[in-house]
């Protein structure tokens, strides 16, 4: 179970529990031409776009989200296909926060721990 707390005018309120399964991430992956000045500075803003939409960097073409389920999930997908680059191409996985404890994840050859989802994270 994770646990959700939201913010209201700065005002904690109480914790929501929400399933692992209801819970899910976002992964956008890209391929983007940066082979002229013009491709380079509309990959840099496809970038910026994902970052101030609330996605972390996982490696450079690669960013992450959670989202609370699949209403917000089709929301970013409308937001991401209004703001997609001319060229290029782009693509977005969805999977379960459940899904995600199980990702095994490989770093200099060595196999690392999986990643422990938050148990608590605030929306505001």
Known sequence: ??????????????????SAYRLM?????????????????????????????GFEMSQLSNYLRLLNGQEQFDTYCRRIEANLPARGDVFI???????????????????RARRKNPEQIALF
Do not use: C
């Open 1 to 18: 179970m994770t646990t959700i707390y939201t913010q209201k005018r700065g005002e904690r309120t109480t914790p929501t529990h929400m």
């Open 25 to 53: 991430w976002m992964l956008v992956t890209f391929d983007l031409p940066v082979d002229t000045k013009k491709y380079r500075a509309q990959a840099a803003k496809f970038r910026k776009f994902l970052l101030d939409q």
């Open 93 to 111: 996985f969805q999977f379960t926060d459940r899904q995600y404890e199980n990702i095994v994840r490989f770093s200099d050859q060595s196999r």
